[in-house]
């Protein structure tokens, strides 16, 4: 996951640093490092005030984490994202916990109109989804699936 070692570089620099100078320590090229800064501050990992960008409790909390125990603090973090909570729901309306992927691409482009096309937003989902062990995308029916996540204090 590219936000894993966007948090890296900057624990590995004091936790903060100028946007600048992290991207070119990245290799990515600069609106990419910005998508993933943003997407890092979605989850509440990093903040990024003016040109300053500089971890956060909890993305020093995830690093200190164990690969496994990484994917449940960030599925935690993803379920309390408003548009995953609302394909999480979405899902749950379902006998299977599934549904068709043009459907929700097309729901999404309603439920967020002046965001990314839906089929980027989809993706991202799926993607971020995959990672946090929440979803299932099955690319050759164009299904997306709920994996049901056990209870706190369970597993």
Known sequence: MQVTGLLEILADHGGAMDVFDLDELTGYEFGTTLAVVKAAELLDFLDSPKNRVLLTTAGREYLHRTP????????????????????????????DLEAD?????????GHLPHAEPAAAQFRTIVAWGRTGRILRYDAARDRLHLVEQPAPGSA
């Open 101 to 109: 992927g043009a459907e929700l691409r097309s729901e999404l482009a």
């Open 68 to 95: 496994e125990t990484r994917k449940v603090f960030l599925a935690q973090k993803l379920l309390a994202l408003p548009t995953m909570r609302w394909i999480v729901a979405r899902l749950r309306e379902s006998p």
